[in-house]
């Protein structure tokens, strides 16, 4: 009888049952561990493309001196007033038809813009006025021209912008540093329409 009380004392089950919750309790550390070395992956993989993609940034801004846009974002368009405008021709009788649009890093700047758009106009209707037919009609012309608005918005809005053409500033002999203005968003000058007559 000895033996048969054993087992209705409950001592031997209770092995089996220590072994299977052992067991459990192993598995579910395991598939914790598991779990979270993915998620330690995943999460460093991720990290490591975003420092890359910060990197080539950095290194496009330092080439040149601008934030560049992320290539996932698309760019902004400011659509100027069509303009008409004579001509530096002798005579005075030649004129051009300019529509423009100007390509922006962001709707920001298209609002800030909006605030200075009379001088922006006026700006660029006397670079516009300044040239010849002959020289608006040259393709070499017209990339002049879109460096120059370039330049004159900048200047209006105070961007910082360095026109291929000019000259390198010497070195300020001071003691006050010259100010650095604020990274360029204009990104390009479109024509959308350019008739001369």
């Known amino acids: 009888m000895s033996a048969a009380a054993a087992p209705a004392n409950g001592d031997a089950p209770a092995k089996p049952k220590s072994k299977k919750l052992l067991f459990i309790i192993i598995g579910v550390v395991v598939l914790a561990l598991v779990g979270a070395g993915a998620a330690f992956f995943l999460l460093k993989k991720s990290h490591s493309e ?32 069509s303009m008409v405008v004579n ?24 609002e800030d813009m909006k605030t200075y758009m009379p001088s922006i106009r006026n700006g660029i209707l006397i670079l516009v006025s300044q040239r010849t037919a002959e020289q608006m009609l040259r393709a070499d012309g017209k990339e002049a021209l879109t460096q120059d608005i370039m330049a004159e ?3 209006v ?9 000019a000259a390198p500033e010497p070195a300020p002999k001071g003691k006050k540093k010259k100010k650095k203005a604020a990274p360029n968003p204009i990104e390009g000058v479109l024509f959308s329409s350019f008739i001369v007559q």
């Open 153 to 155: 918005i900048s200047n």
């Open 87 to 110: 001509l530096a021709d002798p005579g005075g009788n030649r004129f051009a038809q300019l529509g423009i649009t100007l390509q922006l890093a962001d709707a920001k700047t298209g």
């Open 157 to 165: 809005m105070g961007y910082d912008y360095e026109h291929p053409d």
């Open 50 to 81: 975003d420092e890359e993609d910060g990197t080539e940034v950095s290194a496009q801004e330092e080439e040149h001196g601008t934030p560049l846009r992320d290539p996932k974002t698309p760019p902004t368009f400011l659509p100027l007033d």
